[in-house]
Antibody, heavy 122, light 106 residues
Framework: QVQLQESGPGLVEPSQTLSLTCTVS??????????WSWIRQPAGQGLEWIGR???????NYNPSLASRVSLSVESSKNQFSLQLRSVTAADTAIYYC??????????????WGQGALVTVSS | DIHLTQSPSSLPAFIGDRVSITCRAG??????VNWYQHKPGTAPKLLIY???TLQSGVPSRFSGSGSGTEFTLTISSLQPEDVATYYC?????????FGGGTQVEI
């Protein structure tokens, strides 16, 4: 069974870049027709989809964040990564990575990481 | 964006109760709705996809129904381990969105 684990700094200063990595185990990031997504949840708020990356490096982003987000995949390490630029306190949230099944009319997140809390503060 | 409204936001219940959570979409989204269970500090878990298909390994007391703009997640007999927050999510549009969540408590 595939497992995902987020890692990265828990504290980022305002205006800096938030960087997180998701390590996939129990399966290859390059196999199948999966996308790999990032989702976040600010404290006391709902879930917000950030974007997704395919094994080829192709990406789709939430328009509300597209100007500040970059997703990438590193197949040799079985990892994919999130960079969010020019962060503010509003970007403080738990960040989740997830495997995204997209095939034959199906579209859902079937495996998630436990989440990484990132606080934006000086 | 397609807005999803979940109700109720909080659902107190007893062990053994049949509980239902509703998710309403701002427009017709066919059957492109998924349901997740989330317990604090853990990875969210997929329960139902495509409105009514039970994910492998999920207990049969969970079921989903609906199409168009109204969807329901039902737990036929609430168990202690079902205490969690439940979210619906739509995949009808490329911009994926989630409902606000329903906290089920005993």
């Amino acid at each position: 069974q595939v497992q995902l684990q987020e890692s990265g700094p828990g504290l980022v200063e305002p205006s800096q870049t938030l960087s997180l990595t998701c390590t996939v185990s129990g399966g290859s990031i390059s196999s199948g027709t999966y996308f790999w997504s990032w989702i976040r949840q600010p404290a006391g708020q709902g879930l917000e989809w950030i974007g997704r990356v395919y094994k080829s490096g192709g990406t789709n982003y939430n328009p509300s964040l597209a100007s500040r987000v970059s997703l990438s995949v590193e197949s040799s390490k079985n990892q994919f990564s999130l960079q969010l630029r020019s962060v503010t306190a509003a970007d403080t949230a738990i960040y989740y990575c997830a495997r995204h099944v997209v095939a034959a009319g199906l579209d859902y997140f079937d495996s998630w990481g436990q989440g990484a809390l990132v606080t934006v503060s000086s | 964006d397609i807005h999803l409204t979940q109700s109720p936001s909080s659902l107190p219940a007893f062990i053994g109760d049949r509980v239902s959570i509703t998710c309403r979409a701002g427009q017709d989204i066919n059957r492109f709705v998924n349901w997740y269970q989330h317990k604090p500090g853990t990875a969210p878990k997929l329960l139902i996809y495509s409105a009514s298909t039970l994910q492998s390994g999920v207990p049969s007391r969970f079921s989903g129904s609906g199409s168009g703009t109204e969807f329901t997640l039902t737990i036929s007999s609430l168990q202690p381990e079902d205490v969690a927050t439940y979210y619906c999510q739509q995949s009808y549009t490329a911009l994926l969105t989630f409902g606000g969540g329903t906290q089920v408590e005993i």
